[in-house]
């Protein structure tokens, strides 16, 4: 589980590296694009991130909105499986589906799926755990962009041109090695945020897509006869 979300977050790393500014945003060379478009994120206090990857076979993936107080709201799934999650603060819930739990070996305990059936689980919220920094802001957004800023030499990165994602314009970035094509993209028009980055297509291949940004959200906390703890049940 844990390794699957540090998958997850992961593919966006390599979106974002280093420099600065100029008159027309869409004629500046690839770093100062990218500079911008850290230097963006980081000042972020909410955001939507949506995300796809298919490694192994297998699909995962996550749609979450999630705030700098700890704040989030959103789905992620596993394979044929779904979960909830909802963080408030420095709590953390998951609600998920019998196919859910099965994909993490719970299949043969049929007890086990009756008891979490329909009902809340509390997670740390510790960013090294998969579903705490799943609503930890600075592990899906502020990492990302401390890593891009200490980034030194070339990233690799190419203006290829501009076009247009969900009515706004954008500069498509482009990488090529030995793993095939990678693509950012970053909003012409200020904020310069970072708006999509696709990685590679082969075996491992994804998407992560930033929205709503600084968007406030409503997410309120289980009631707690929605909840079960699993240590409750001797699990």
């Known amino acids: 589980m844990r390794r699957s979300g540090t998958a997850l977050v992961a593919i966006g790393v390599a979106a974002a590296l280093a420099g600065c500014g100029g008159d027309d945003f869409a004629d500046q060379s690839a770093e100062e694009i990218l500079a911008a478009a850290a230097s963006e994120m980081s000042d972020l206090t909410s955001v ?41 603060g420095d709590e953390v ?64 990165f190419a203006v290829d041109g501009t076009e247009v994602i969900d009515g706004e314009s954008v500069v498509r970035l482009k990488r090529e090695d030995d793993d095939g094509e990678t693509f950012g993209y970053v909003r012409v028009e200020e904020p310069h945020y970072l708006v999509r980055f696709e990685g590679p297509d082969g075996d491992e291949a994804g998407s992560v897509n930033f929205s709503e940004f600084n968007e406030e959200f409503e997410v309120r906390a289980p009631a707690e006869d929605e909840i079960v703890d699993l240590r409750d049940l001797g699990g």
């Not at 796809?52 to 699909?59: A, S, Y």
């Not at 995962?60 to 700890?70: E, Y």
């Not at 086990?112 to 957004?141: H, N, Q, Y």
């Not at 990302?144 to 690799?156: N, R, Y």
Request: with cysteine; aromatic share 8%.
């Open 48 to 88: 939507r991130i949506t995300i796809g990857l298919v490694g192994d076979g297998r699909e995962a993936g996550s749609d979450t909105q999630l705030a700098a107080d700890g704040d989030c709201l959103g789905t992620f799934g596993f394979g044929d499986g779904v979960a909830e999650v909802r963080g408030v």
């Open 93 to 156: 819930w998951i609600r998920a589906g019998d196919d859910f739990w099965r994909s993490f070996g719970a299949g043969d305990d049929e007890a086990a799926l009756e008891a979490v059936r329909g009902k809340w689980l509390p997670f740390g919220a510790e960013p090294e755990m998969m579903i705490g920094g799943t609503c930890d802001l600075e592990v899906s957004v502020g990492e990302l962009v401390d890593e891009i800023a200490e980034e030194e030499g070339d990233s690799g």
